[in-house]
Nanobody, 130 residues
Framework: QVQLVESGGGLVQPGGSLRLSCAASGFSLEYYSIGWFRQAPGKEREGVSCIGGSGAGTYYDDSVKGRFTISRDNEENTVYLQMNSLKPEDTAVYYC???????????????????????WGQGTLVTVSS
């Protein structure tokens, strides 16, 4: 069974750091594009970063560029999102996702494109507040 499980969220002060993990089971995420999304209260879910499969590169939304770093550990079958210099506006539920048999998610160093996504983690809450 294909599954993604996020962890690492929590409460952090502005300027602080957190590292989110997205552990995969049922497939090798090394060969798949993996995206990190977030949904703030009252807002739509948005894609913030992705890492392409088989070394296809990484992409960051302008809102997180220079502060967030996405990486992958193929042995651990896990994707990470290191978040530094956190701001109150980063407060959201963070999800990782990939495209399964019916989904669409493409990632390279130049773009992050997605449509219907059929494999989501359960989400982890990040709260940035003093």
């Amino acid at each position: 069974q294909v599954q993604l499980v996020e962890s690492g969220g929590g409460l952090v002060q502005p300027g602080g750091s957190l590292r989110l993990s997205c552990a995969a089971s049922g497939f090798s995420l090394e060969y798949y594009s993996i995206g990190w999304f977030r949904q703030a209260p009252g807002k739509e879910r948005e894609g913030v970063s992705c890492i392409g499969g088989s070394g296809a590169g990484t992409y960051y939304d302008d809102s997180v560029k220079g502060r967030f770093t996405i990486s992958r550990d193929n042995e651990e079958n896990t994707v990470y999102l290191q978040m530094n210099s956190l701001k109150p506006e980063d407060t959201a539920v963070y999800y990782c996702a990939t495209a399964g048999s019916t989904g669409v998610l493409h990632c390279s160093g130049r773009y992050f494109r997605y449509g219907h996504i059929d494999v989501w983690g359960q989400g982890t809450l990040v709260t940035v507040s003093s």
